[in-house]
T-cell receptor
């Protein structure tokens, strides 16, 4: 699986958009970009994933550059409850019979402030 | 739906003791995983299972054992606890696809 690079920490004012970058310059054509977050000491929580097109769900938007070498997770209106460590993970597509193992790095610690 | 349930939530072990960390899921997921997370670090995969009766090693399997006799349960066994195994342990499950569901973790201290 391709390596990812994220800034160690970011701040964001409550109500503003939080834009979390991720570099994955060695990504292969069959590798997806996943985002998870970990609030305090809880188990990680799935946020969103994408292959090449931009994706949006009720939690966030994922913007992937055309060359797929980087992506940005956007929380449109950050709240204090979005304070967490955000992990960007790149891995091959799941196939039946094989485990969809995820490799977590150290992520970006997002601090949302008043 | 309880999701993924881990017990106990906290445990203190003495060096050389043994224990089993329990993990159960009620989503009928075939795939289950054990991760550990040391302070300030990301999660590292210990063992995983693609179905009942099938397990395989992850990145850091030494000092641990697993079994998967049913779809629902995936216990993690520590035979001879060492201080290096002080960590937070997370169990997760998935049904292929893209989303993992994690448990709330077991915080283990070995003294």
């Amino acid at each position: 699986d391709a390596k990812t690079t994220q800034p160690p920490s970011m701040d964001c004012a409550e109500g503003r958009a939080a834009n979390l970058p991720c570099n994955h310059s060695t990504i292969s054509g069959n590798e997806y970009v996943y985002w998870y977050r970990q609030i305090h000491s809880q188990g990680p929580q799935y946020i969103i994933h994408g292959l090449k097109n931009n994706e949006t769900n009720e939690m966030a938007s994922l913007i992937i550059t055309e060359d797929r070498k980087s992506s940005t997770l956007i929380l449109p209106h950050a709240t204090l409850r979005d304070t967490a460590v955000y992990y960007c993970i790149v891995r091959v597509a799941f196939s039946t019979g094989t485990a969809s193992k995820l490799t977590f790095g150290t992520g970006t610690r997002l601090q949302v402030t008043l | 739906n309880a999701g993924v349930t881990q017990t106990p939530k906290f445990r203190i072990l003495k060096i050389g003791q043994s224990m089993t960390l329990q993990c159960a899921q009620d989503m009928n997921h075939n795939y289950m995983y054990w991760y550990r997370q040391d302070p300030g670090m990301g999660l590292k995969l210990i063992y995983y299972s693609v179905g009942a009766g099938i397990t395989d090693k992850g990145e850091v399997p030494n000092g641990y054992n697993v079994s998967r006799s049913t779809t629902e349960d995936f216990p993690l066994r520590l035979e001879l606890a060492a201080p290096s195994q002080t960590s937070v342990y997370f169990c997760a499950s998935s049904q292929g696809g893209h989303g993992y569901t994690f448990g709330s973790g077991t915080r283990l201290t070995v003294v």
